[in-house]
T-cell receptor
């Protein structure tokens, strides 16, 4: 079983809609969770981090973490065409000092 | 700009040649990571340094790969006797030492082995 699982998509939403991206993980001792955005041909860019259960909001982005269900999600409100990118879920665990990434979900926002 | 810097941006080499990439991390970051990413996949961990010490290496990292960070500042990643399967984007990232610190990535070096 992979450390981090994401639906590879593609996920298409109309402009102005809410995009919902989901991620599950296998290691219960996972500690810190991150969402990165990656445009085609570019490097990953950090957009959100979350460390405790519940919701964390930053502008149009909301990260949600449920450690009991081993589930983390990212909501993008009022989606814009510029949000079209691949979104990578990543986490750290007590077992290692590096970041484990999912395969990413490709999001397309249709004007 | 004080972000993570990688050089070169692109490298095309013939199979069997050696290549070396350089990474300059954010100056106050003492952790430095190398990742590899292929099309349609997430970044895959290769190795990580804390200051000049290489603390972790992926089991997937073959003996042809070696990384150094001699003075705890910049790092180099060398691939010897390149193979076509080494073609990928090589990403460097840095972070502070605290466990929750996020990684900040450079623009990557795209390697093509012909």
């Amino acid at each position: 079983q992979k450390e981090v699982e994401q639906n590879s998509g593609p996920l298409s939403v109309p402009e102005g809609a809410i995009a919902s991206l989901n991620c599950t993980y296998s290691d219960r001792v996972s500690q810190s969770f991150f969402w990165y955005r990656q445009y085609s041909g570019k490097s990953p860019e950090l957009i959100m981090s979350i460390y405790s259960n519940g919701d964390k909001e930053d502008g149009r982005f909301t990260a949600q973490l449920n450690k009991a269900s081993q589930y983390v999600s990212l909501l993008i409100r009022d989606s814009q065409p510029s949000d079209s990118a691949t979104y990578l879920c990543a986490l750290t665990s007590r077992r290692a000092n590096n970041l484990f990434f999912g395969t990413g979900t490709r999001l397309t926002v249709i004007p | 700009d004080t972000g993570v810097s990688q050089d070169p941006r692109h490298k095309i080499t013939k199979r069997g040649q050696n290549v070396t990439f350089r990474c300059d991390p954010i100056s106050e970051h003492n952790r430095l990571y190398w990742y590899r990413q292929t099309l349609g996949q997430g970044p895959e961990f290769l190795t990580y340094f804390q200051n000049e010490a290489q603390l972790e290496k992926s089991r997937l990292l073959s003996d042809r790969f070696s990384a150094e960070r001699p003075k705890g500042s910049f790092s180099t990643l060398e691939i010897q006797r390149t193979e076509q399967g080494d073609s990928a984007m090589y990403l460097c990232a840095s972070s502070l030492q605290q466990g929750n610190s996020p990684l900040h990535f450079g623009n990557g070096t795209r390697l093509t082995v012909t």
